[in-house]
């Protein structure tokens, strides 16, 4: 069993900047691809940020040039570099592990994030 932990949420102002942090239990990144994932109230969670099984990466237009992954594999450390937010940024952002070669899939228990004046 991975246990994923996330701090680094807040609230922020518009335009402002945060990072997240994912921490998993076990060093799972040569097994796993990394990704962040984010829901709004009354929204079906969306991928914001992912590794590809290949170490490359993929965001959705919505956050691309603002948001960056990156990780640290000697501290099992997934991180979300958020710059230039937006009110509609403002989300329940979660870290996701999926296996290479199994379906196993682990979530974190999430990070809030307002952007607000």
């Known amino acids: 069993q991975v246990h994923l932990v996330e701090s680094g949420g807040g609230l922020v102002q518009p335009g402002g900047s945060l990072r997240l942090s994912c921490v998993a239990s076990?060093?799972?990144?040569?097994?796993?691809?990394m990704g962040w994932f984010r829901q709004a109230p009354e929204k079906q969670r969306e991928l914001v940020a992912t590794?590809?099984?290949?170490?490359?990466?993929i965001y959705p237009s919505s956050v691309k040039g603002r948001f960056t992954i990156s990780r640290n594999n000697a501290k099992n450390t997934v991180y979300l570099q958020m710059n230039s937010l937006k009110s509609e940024d403002t989300a329940v952002y979660y870290c996701r592990a999926r296996g290479l070669r199994n379906d196993n899939v682990y979530w974190g228990q999430g990070t809030q994030v307002t952007v607000s004046s």
């Open positions: 590794f590809t099984g290949g170490g490359s990466t």
């Open positions: 076990e060093s799972i990144f040569s097994a796993y691809t």
